[in-house]
């Protein structure tokens, strides 16, 4: 019973550590948060509002994607010529 309550406290503290943002530096000098999603950020909140706001954009388009089922195929993104085009039967035009 305490090995299994230690194993589940040894995991729970790993998945915390694990959200958790990790500061670095990089070659230049500069100071960057790394994030737990696998993006990173400037830790100076000007240069982070530029990127931050780059993200949502990037965000905003994948959810208004078409296609990719589970991850699985192709994307098709608004301003695609195949975008929202409808059936190719002409029958059901």
Same mark, same amino acid.
């Given at each position: 019973?305490? /090995?299994?309550l230690? *194993?589940?406290? !040894? !995991? +729970? +503290?790993t998945?915390?550590? &694990?959200?958790?943002?990790? #500061?670095? @530096? @990089?070659?230049s %000098?500069? =100071? !960057?948060? *790394? *994030?737990p999603?696998g993006?990173?950020?400037?830790?100076?909140? $000007? $240069?982070?509002?530029?990127q931050?706001?780059?993200?949502?954009?990037?965000?905003?388009? #994948? &959810? %208004?994607? &078409?296609?990719?089922?589970? /991850?699985i /195929?192709? =994307? !098709?993104?608004?301003g695609? $010529?195949?975008?929202?085009? %409808? @059936? *190719?039967n002409?029958? =059901?035009?």
């Amino acid at each position: 019973m305490r /090995g299994a309550l230690a *194993l589940a406290l !040894v !995991v +729970s +503290s790993t998945a915390l550590a &694990q959200e958790a943002a990790i #500061e670095a @530096t @990089t070659a230049s %000098g500069e =100071k !960057v948060r *790394l *994030l737990p999603n696998g993006r990173w950020e400037y830790v100076d909140p $000007k $240069k982070a509002e530029v990127q931050r706001t780059a993200a949502s954009a990037e965000a905003a388009r #994948e &959810q %208004g994607a &078409q296609g990719g089922l589970f /991850g699985i /195929g192709r =994307k !098709v993104y608004e301003g695609d $010529k195949d975008y929202n085009r %409808g @059936t *190719l039967n002409p029958a =059901k035009r």
